[in-house]
């Protein structure tokens, strides 16, 4: 009778450490799903390499706001929007910074600006119609505006018409414009 008593207790105390267990469970998974997998700590990720385009040597699916998104994951047991993630499980997408290109070769813009500027075959190239026309007429505003749109072109400070920024091949010379504010230390 005694070895009976002492089992059925053993089995009320695994039973009170599972419900206990799966009480804890429940209070932990409750609280931590709040957490969305966008507010995680850096270490509690990790993100896919974006990938490159090979004929804009840019990342691929990059907008129009100058950002593209990349999948992540968070690591294995880490718990957010509600689910326990296993470290293979996307679990949402970071916005990174790039350049919005859309064809406009910077090769191609600078050869027609030095040796077509003065027909004003490189402003047409680029979108903007009315000046190439006015080139036309006057034969690139006697050299100087010929002059002028080629200097433009080559500091990357005249770009396409649709905001877009130039395919430079290999990673070549971009100008990164810098801007003077609050933030800036010299």
Do not use: H
């Not at 957010?80 to 499980?89: A, Q, R, V, W």
């Amino acid at each position: 009778m005694r070895i009976a008593r002492v089992n059925n207790y053993s089995q009320v105390v695994v039973f009170v450490c599972y419900l206990l267990s799966t009480a804890c469970k429940f209070c932990v998974a409750s609280a931590v799903s709040d957490t969305t997998c966008e507010k995680l700590l850096v270490g509690q990720y990790t993100c896919d390499a974006p990938i490159i385009d090979p004929t804009t040597q840019e990342i691929s699916g990059c907008a129009k706001n100058s950002s593209a998104r990349i999948p992540c994951k968070p690591l294995n047991q880490i718990v957010c929007n509600g689910k326990l993630y296993n470290g293979s499980m996307i679990g949402f997408y970071k916005d990174v910074p790039c350049r919005f290109t859309n064809g406009y070769s910077y090769i191609v813009a600078l050869a027609l600006s030095l040796f077509l500027g003065w027909l004003g075959v490189d402003r047409f190239y680029l979108g903007y119609p009315a000046i190439g026309l006015l080139k036309l007429c006057s034969f690139g505003l006697c050299g100087i505006g010929a002059l002028v749109d080629f200097l433009l072109i080559a500091t990357q400070v005249l770009l396409p018409s649709d905001g877009s920024n130039y395919v430079i091949d290999f990673y070549g010379p971009r100008l990164v414009r810098l801007f003077v504010n609050n933030d800036t230390y010299y």
